[in-house]
């Protein structure tokens, strides 16, 4: 049987509190605070440690949402990575969320100190389009703020 939905977007962070409260201002909400210790993970995981704390944060109610899992690691800590350098590069380079008003949302996590990459921007073609805007979590990992738009017709 193939796989059948996305389940997870795995972010890793250096302070798990400090993406909460950045997440929390773009709508998620908290369902899941775990921590493991647990040396299956190493090997699950191809990674060097087995000691970490995870939150599972889902946008909306239905439970078949796809969630952000946070994870800190411990022993040794989650390691530096550069930034994304365009968004034309190979590979994830965003995700992007579905707002009622993306400048509501932009103004919101700009002033609570979110790294902007692009002001709120209209994009428009025949079929409908998106005010979208780019920005920073507090680990680098590029948020895109979409809200989508009717066709002119």
Same mark, same amino acid.
């Given at each position: 049987?193939?796989?059948?939905?996305?389940?997870?977007?795995?972010? =890793?962070?250096?302070? !798990?509190?400090?993406?909460?409260?950045?997440?929390? #201002?773009?709508?998620?909400?908290?369902?899941?605070?775990?921590?493991?210790? =647990?040396?299956?993970?190493? #090997?699950?995981? =191809?990674?060097?440690?087995?000691?970490?704390?995870?939150?599972?944060?889902?946008?909306?109610?239905?439970? =078949?949402?796809?969630?952000?899992?946070?994870?800190?690691?411990? #022993?040794?800590?989650?390691?530096?990575?550069?930034? /994304?350098?365009s968004q034309m590069q190979r590979g994830i380079t965003r995700f992007a969320v579905l707002a009622e008003n993306t400048d509501e949302v932009?103004?919101?996590?700009?002033?609570?100190?979110?790294?902007?990459?692009?002001?709120?921007?209209?994009?428009?073609?025949?079929?409908?389009?998106?005010? /979208?805007?780019? /920005?920073?979590?507090?680990?680098?990992?590029?948020?895109?703020?979409?809200?989508? !738009?009717?066709?002119?017709?």
């Amino acid at each position: 049987m193939p796989a059948y939905r996305l389940f997870h977007i795995a972010i =890793n962070s250096t302070d !798990l509190d400090r993406s909460l409260a950045f997440y929390q #201002k773009l709508g998620f909400k908290m369902i899941a605070d775990r921590t493991v210790d =647990n040396p299956a993970v190493a #090997k699950a995981f =191809n990674v060097d440690s087995h000691d970490l704390r995870f939150l599972h944060l889902r946008l909306g109610d239905s439970e =078949n949402a796809t969630l952000l899992d946070i994870v800190q690691w411990h #022993k040794p800590d989650t390691l530096p990575a550069d930034p /994304v350098a365009s968004q034309m590069q190979r590979g994830i380079t965003r995700f992007a969320v579905l707002a009622e008003n993306t400048d509501e949302v932009f103004e919101e996590v700009k002033a609570a100190g979110a790294k902007v990459i692009t002001e709120p921007t209209t994009v428009l073609t025949p079929q409908g389009g998106w005010r /979208v805007s780019l /920005v920073q979590d507090p680990d680098g990992v590029v948020v895109q703020i979409t809200q989508l !738009l009717p066709s002119a017709q």
